[in-house]
């Protein structure tokens, strides 16, 4: 099913391009992304294994589909995270412009999604906020750049090695909620988990991602009696 950020396929028309799309946003009352206000979240203490991240290198293969580029992990190379005493697996990373999640009214230049699925097939997302101008900037690794990095390459298939530890930030604060996909079909429940504190990114590497991706933002959608806890 086609679908788009703009005119006659964009979000206001998502519920009626298809029965799944319409049934995705009827059905569940959360729908992501949301705006984040922290003075209005329920603060929660974070312990040291509240959420934990494994991150490491993993190898990558890369792919172009839905508007953006996906990275997922190639066979055998597992990366995860434990939430709440549950693991999910990484299936997939990709990005957004600009942010879809706006935290206390501030939006960033790019939010990157890591699709995680548990045992039993629930999904967790977490968003992490990229912005080029954010204080030091990660040292992203040399495959990122010497082979992906360049505009006219980012939608082509590689296979490449990434670094996690440059993508998730190290102080995990983090909010967190319930809601869905970003995307069609917009189904739920996806556990969300969204990093406070963004990673700075080589100002060229979202030159590339602007030029090449471009506005990739689902609208804001209405938190109505959700919780969002904020984590710290
Ligand atoms: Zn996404």
Redesign the pocket.
Known sequence: MEWSYQGQNGPEYWSRLCTDFKRAEEEASWQSPISLNTAATRQEPKKDDTILFKKEKVKIKTDFFNHTVHLSPAEGNEASVVFQDKMYVLQDI?A?LPS?HIIDDHSFEMEI?FVYRSDDDQLL?CGVMGQSDYGAVSPLSGDLYNRFLKEDSLKKHYTLNLDLNVLIPDDSSFYHYSGSL??PPTMGPVTWIVMKQPISLPTDFVKAFEKVIGQTNRPLQPVKERTVCFYH
Do not use: A, F, R, S
Request: glycine share 0%; hydrophobic share 15%.
């Open positions: 990709h957004h879809e999604h997302v970003t995307t």
